[in-house]
């Protein structure tokens, strides 16, 4: 744990996912594939808080989130989280709403690139922890469905609107977010929404690992910068974004990683990254 979480400790058990870390990668599996992995006001909870955690705990560098069985995740749990709010008053609407796009801007904040495996239906909620991840690796069975409109909701759900756009262009985004239809993997490739679209859904845990690995082993304070560096200066102007971008890279020109690079394009061997 680093030195600066103070008096709060690193939270040692999660409840509402499966937690796993391993030689710098983090792992959350959403575990209920019965009913294809829904949310629920304390899975939501219990994510927020846990990427609030990851940069203090000291042994994570990237972030892996999967589901279990044959979805991705269906989105919010209809029995455990409609039911109740349709009896709840504005205050505790206001409360859940918040603490949904809380999670997805925490997904963003979070300086630790994240990889999404989806390997079947990433719907409603789950379409937006999709979409706000940094990469999405998808199989062949993999769907998306921006469902909220189909619910009677507004389809900028959870920072959706905000993030969708950005990702596909307006025009997609507004056909994703207005219609609320479910599309394939093919298409949702064809639209900007995959990194990688894999041909057999057997090679999605390879997939993964291999690219958590390649980004843990890689330079962190840079690809942390980098993931930054895109979330903020996408509503800046170019003036203090060039001025953002300026200062971030004479920063890292003062780190250990960019002097090994140096010594390491010198003695013509691959450089050993420290994240310092």
Known sequence: ????????????????????VADGVATVALNRPEKMNPLTF??????????????????????????????????????????????????????????????????????????????????????VVAIAADFRICTPQARF???????????????????LPR????????????????????????YGLVTRLLDDAGDLDEACHELARRLADG???????TKSLITRELDMPIGPAMELDAMTQALLMTTHDHSEFHGAFYAIRTPEWTGR
């Open 1 to 20: 744990m680093t030195r600066y979480r103070a008096s709060a400790g690193i939270t040692d058990e999660w409840r509402h996912f499966d937690f796993s």
């Open 42 to 127: 304390e899975s939501y909870a219990d994510l927020r808080d846990l990427l609030a955690e990851l940069p203090h705990r000291g042994d994570t560098r990237v972030l892996v989130i999967r589901g279990e069985g044959k979805g991705f995740c269906g989105g919010g749990d209809v029995n455990e989280i409609i039911g109740e709010l349709i009896e709840m008053d504005a205050a505790g609407l206001m409360g859940f709403t918040k603490m949904t796009g809380d999670v997805i801007r925490a997904m963003r904040e979070c300086p630790i690139p994240i990889i999404a495996g989806i390997q079947g239906i990433a719907a409603g909620a789950g379409s």
């Open 145 to 163: 469905a921006f469902l909220f409109t189909k619910v009677g909701l507004s389809g900028g759900d959870m920072g959706a609107a905000y993030l």
């Open 167 to 190: 990702l596909v262009g307006y025009g997609r985004a507004t056909e994703l977010l207005m219609l609320g239809d479910t599309i394939d993997a093919e298409t949702a490739d064809r």
């Open 219 to 225: 330079p962190t304070l840079g690809l942390q910068q």
